[in-house]
């Protein structure tokens, strides 16, 4: 294996010396050849019967999509419980000047043509579109010398400190090679495995994957992929690499995503090698499947308590000033397992200890118009507020108007985006923090960015959410197998955990959750 992947490495160093692009593209595609996954497999867990019926808590993307993936097998008598009046959770679009503009979730990748675009397509919500990467901005002023950067520009200046050379090929010749024993060594560890989740890692690779992200990349020596992490990870709300465990950027940043990001540092990035937004936003998908599927949402719930008994799950949700019982034969929670654990009487200890360590930051979507504002394309990352962990610093900035210009992934139609600032300009602004920040608090921040450090004028927020977003466990706890510990408790006392808590806070991520609850679900009542 070894000397395979020292061939691999020369291949695409010879390739990139003498300018074959296409032969960079064979070696890097050579990568997704199918390895056997490795790893302890997933137990056979209890599941719901046919005949039983099925309480779903929530009426985000995980609760609606395991609705529809238990009736497409044959369930019938399935409830979900939704405590707002939508359905879509963080699946949240604002139709403004005759565009969906996301104010939660928005890209997909490679990946997600094995999951959400044939979801999306079969329900009448698939149209996606392919958009430029992300340009940086090296710091909050407008007025600084170089502060606009392209993405090549970001990435590879940084990379320069490995190589100390200005040469852009050598650079990302550095880069790519980096890529490819990223790509080798994540299958050397886990092998090619269905889904999100890989088989429960041997003990030695726990070891080697121990502590924060960028603690693994320091002893792999691939220091050279931060510049790429701080875009895929960090500017995506995915913890700073110096915090986050290193098994979160594994789980996210696979081979295929790997494969893309080195593409489109390529500029040769195709279907499905890309990134994308859908043109209508993800919350139609969502809608659609309830629609389409008459699923029964019972909107605006608020559940008081939930008790397991011997052979069914009792649900205690207030009516006015009364609370209602409702019975349930199996049970689904997907929201946060800190609510969960708020919510349940008869909390076990072994769900206390698993689910009492996770926690969420706090990722806050804006909707903002402004004029006048100095541009670097319509899709933005701000690296000083990144670098600096600033509380509540606007990191990202989208503007799907300029996605959906027919030019925008050429240099002429970025420079006439660029140019017409005098314009009005909707986007979605975020900004990321560590603690729940009030609205007027983070308005101020988002403010004076714009105005002082960009020139904006005419500034108008006209919506604003603050998600808590990607629960996780501490480098420690992850080092402890919490994800495979969770998933040995799944059917027991009725309740299946899913959702971004147990999972990933991705699309992909908890739809794939579902999907190995139901392959690993025993089949002898249905």
């Known amino acids: 294996m070894l000397m395979f992947a020292i ?13 074959s692009t296409e032969q960079a593209i064979k070696t890097l595609m050579s990568l997704l050849q199918p390895k056997e996954a490795r790893g302890d497999p997933f137990p ?30 044959g369930f019938t008598n399935i409830t979900i419980y939704e405590k707002t009046n939508r359905v879509g959770g963080k699946s949240y679009d604002i139709k403004y000047r005759g565009i969906e503009h996301p104010q939660g979730t928005i890209f997909a990748e490679a990946n997600y043509f094995d999951n959400l675009i044939p979801l999306a397509q079969e329900y009448g919500a698939g149209d996606y579109v392919k958009i430029p990467t992300a340009n940086v901005w090296r710091t909050n002023s407008a007025q600084d010398e170089n502060i606009k950067l392209r993405t090549s520009q970001f990435i590879l200046g940084r990379v320069a400190q490995f ?12 880069l ?42 320091t002893r792999e020596k691939m220091l050279a992929l931060v510049p790429v992490f701080k875009l ?33 540092a390529l ?46 799950v009792a649900l205690k949700i207030w009516k006015g000033s009364f609370l209602k019982n409702e019975q349930c034969d199996f049970m689904i929670w997907t929201p946060s397992m800190a609510n969960l654990l708020r919510t349940l009487t008869d909390t076990r200890h072994e769900e206390y200890n698993l689910f009492k360590g996770l926690k969420p930051e706090f990722f806050t979507a804006n909707l903002v118009d402004m004029r006048n504002s100095v541009r670097n394309g319509p899709y933005s990352a701000f690296m000083h507020n990144l670098d600096m962990k600033v509380e509540g610093g606007v990191t990202g900035e989208v503007n799907m108007m300029g996605f959906l210009t027919t030019d925008i992934g050429t240099p002429e139609g970025i420079a006439e985006y660029n140019a017409n600032n005098s314009e009005l300009k909707t986007s979605y602004v975020l900004q990321l923090g560590k603690e729940f920040q009030d609205e007027k608090t983070l308005n101020q921040i988002l403010q004076d960015h714009y105005t002082k450090g960009f020139n904006a004028t005419d500034l108008e927020i006209l919506n604003t959410i603050t998600w808590p977003y990607f629960p996780r466990w501490s480098p420690e706890e ?40 139901l392959r690993k679900m025993n089949k002898i009542n249905y």
């Open 7 to 19: 061939f691999l490495l020369h291949l695409l160093h010879t390739a990139l010396c003498q300018g």
């Open 44 to 73: 056979t867990i209890p599941g719901p019967a046919q005949y039983e019926q099925v309480c779903i808590v929530g009426a985000g993307p995980a609760g609606i999509h395991m609705a529809q993936s238990l009736k497409k097998i």
């Open 163 to 174: 190589t100390n050379s200005t040469n852009p090929k050598a650079n990302l010749g550095f």
């Open 176 to 217: 790519l090679q980096t890529v490819i024993r990223y790509v080798k060594l994540h299958k050397q560890m886990f092998g090619d495995y269905e889904g999100d989740l890989m088989l429960r890692p041997k003990e030695d690779v726990m070891f080697r994957i121990r502590g924060t992200f960028m603690e693994y990349l």
């Open 232 to 264: 895929s990870n960090e500017l995506q709300g995915y913890g700073h690499l110096d915090e986050v465990s290193a098994l979160y950027g594994l789980i996210w940043n696979n081979p295929k995503l790997m494969i893309t990001l080195a593409l489109r």
């Open 267 to 312: 500029k040769q990035d195709k279907e499905p090698f890309s990134v994308y937004v859908l043109r209508d936003g993800f919350e139609k998908l969502w809608k659609n499947i309830v629609q389409k599927e008459n699923l029964d949402v019972r909107f605006n719930t608020d559940i008081y308590s939930i008790t397991r008994l011997k052979n069914r």
């Open 478 to 517: 992850t080092g402890q197998a919490r994800h495979w510990q969770v998933f040995n408790m799944q059917g027991k006392q009725k309740v299946w955990y899913a959702g971004s808590s147990v999972s990933f806070e991705s699309i992909r991520g908890v739809m794939e959750y579902n999907n190995l609850l």
